[in-house]
């Protein structure tokens, strides 16, 4: 895991929308409000200082743990900037040995088979990513010592996602 500071750019010339402007693969940057891209920096475009998060995951359940390890190294990414005072910038994520499980050439463990339920996942149309709201009392590490005391009721308080609409739930039966 590594954490380093990106000046990212952060403002559109054409629509004037705020955010960053994501590179596609092999590409230049572009707005993710109107699509525009630029190869080069002109008037309207900002750049500002962002904290990243790269992870490097040796072994990955891609059914199971992937979908934890990023929403949990996402939230920790939020933490950090927070703490750092330096905005949340770009969380990625390097995969290195992937496993998705499947049923034995016989036909054994065919309960176990994740195949089916990722190529589900797969066929869905991607919906709009959620926005994680971070209670304004914390604000320093220490303040996350508290909150490990708490019941989870309690502690989900602290922690709110604006704008999620998760697909129906797909279930995986944990492979050993």
Do not use: W
Not at 22 to 35: A, D, L, V
Not at 44 to 69: F, K, M
Not at 82 to 93: Q, S, V
Request: net charge positive.
């Amino acid at each position: 895991m590594v954490f380093n500071v990106q000046n990212l750019v952060t403002r559109c010339e054409v629509c004037k929308g705020e955010g960053i402007l994501h590179r596609p693969p092999h590409s230049m940057p572009r707005c993710p409000k109107c699509g525009h891209g630029s190869h080069v920096l002109g008037s309207g475009y900002t750049l500002e200082p962002h904290l990243c998060l790269h992870l490097t995951q040796r072994s990955c359940d891609i059914a199971l743990g992937v979908p934890y390890n990023i929403a949990s190294y996402a939230l920790l990414l939020e933490l950090v900037a927070r703490f750092t005072g330096i905005k949340p910038g770009i969380f990625a994520h390097t995969l290195v040995d992937a496993h998705a499980y499947t049923s034995k050439p016989d036909g054994k463990h065919a309960d176990m088979d994740h195949v089916p339920g990722l190529q589900e996942q797969l066929a869905r149309e991607p919906r709009k990513l959620p926005t994680l709201l971070l209670d304004p009392s914390i604000v320093e590490l220490g303040d996350l010592t508290t909150l490990m005391e708490v019941p989870t009721n309690v502690l989900m308080r602290f922690f709110k996602l604006s704008n999620y609409n998760p697909h129906p739930a797909i279930k995986f039966k944990v492979a050993v």
